[in-house]
């Protein structure tokens, strides 16, 4: 499947924005999905993941209270909304698929992911 993001862009610190995962070339029902991101200078790290079926979610410490992933299945799209951001939550947000068609089953290691998107800019600055 390819993921392809949309969304970022430059806000301000306290502002909130929602970001977007579109995914083609599959069952998007059959695919775990994740939110990442990649600071400068850091290593990318997780945001938070979500089922197949999108009723369960885990999230980072980074972000979490501060950021819901959910998904439309019938629109093959994954989301994270963010709210009260901060100059530390600049960087590059990615979304990647991992094939999984059991519910109760869930992936929070970039290793486990093969389909990644390209990326979206998320630059918080007043």
């Known amino acids: 499947v390819q993921p392809v993001e949309s969304g970022g862009g430059l806000v301000q610190p306290g502002d909130s924005l929602r970001l977007s995962c579109l995914v083609s070339?599959?069952?998007?029902?059959?695919?775990?999905m994740g939110w990442f991101r990649q600071a400068p200078g850091k290593e990318r790290g997780t945001v938070g993941v979500?089922?197949?079926?999108?009723?369960?979610?885990s999230y980072a410490d980074t972000m979490k209270g501060r950021c819901t992933i959910s998904r439309n299945n019938a629109k093959s799209t994954l989301y994270l909304q963010m709210i009260n951001l901060k100059p530390d939550d600049t960087a590059v947000y990615y979304c990647?698929?991992?094939?999984?068609?059991?519910?109760?089953?869930?992936?929070?290691?970039?290793?486990?992911?093969?389909?990644w998107g390209q990326g979206t800019q998320v630059t918080v600055s007043s």
């Open positions: 990647a698929a991992r094939a999984e068609s059991n519910p109760a089953q869930l992936y929070f290691r970039l290793g486990d992911y093969d389909s």
């Open positions: 979500i089922n197949n079926e999108g009723d369960t979610t």
């Open positions: 070339g599959g069952t998007f029902t059959n695919y775990v």
